[in-house]
């Protein structure tokens, strides 16, 4: 699964971000509160291509609630561990006082 291939739908009903990988769901759930996400938990499908399928799913997302003007807080430790990876391209993303 490449970068471009990555379509996400906000599943607002159940509180999770989901994407499609080799005919699988995989969901990143979230709680909103005030202008910040939560995002609390990821479920990858057997399938995924681990690493790769699970950066470009995360990433989509992250994108995404940048599009939003959003604040992110991330407790999954798979995303926290993204995020501190790509550190200068996300910091912004993360509420005024908050480092990881």
């Known amino acids: 699964m490449s970068d471009a291939a990555v379509k996400i739908t ?3 009903f159940l ?10 769901l995989a969901t990143i ?5 005030e202008r910040k996400i939560f995002l609390t938990k990821l479920l990858m499908p057997g399938s995924a291509d681990n690493k790769k399928d699970t950066e470009a799913f995360i990433k989509a997302v992250l994108e995404e609630i940048k599009e939003r003007n959003t604040r992110v807080m991330p407790t ?3 995303i926290v561990k993204y995020m501190r990876k790509h550190k200068n391209r996300y910091k912004d993303l993360l509420p005024v006082g908050i480092n990881i």
């Not at 759930?29 to 509160?33: L, P």
Request: net charge negative; hydrophobic share 10%; glycine share 4%.
């Open 10 to 12: 906000d599943n607002e």
């Open 15 to 24: 509180r999770q971000f989901e994407t499609t990988i080799n005919g699988e």
């Open 29 to 33: 759930e979230y709680s909103q509160q």
């Open 76 to 78: 999954s430790p798979d």
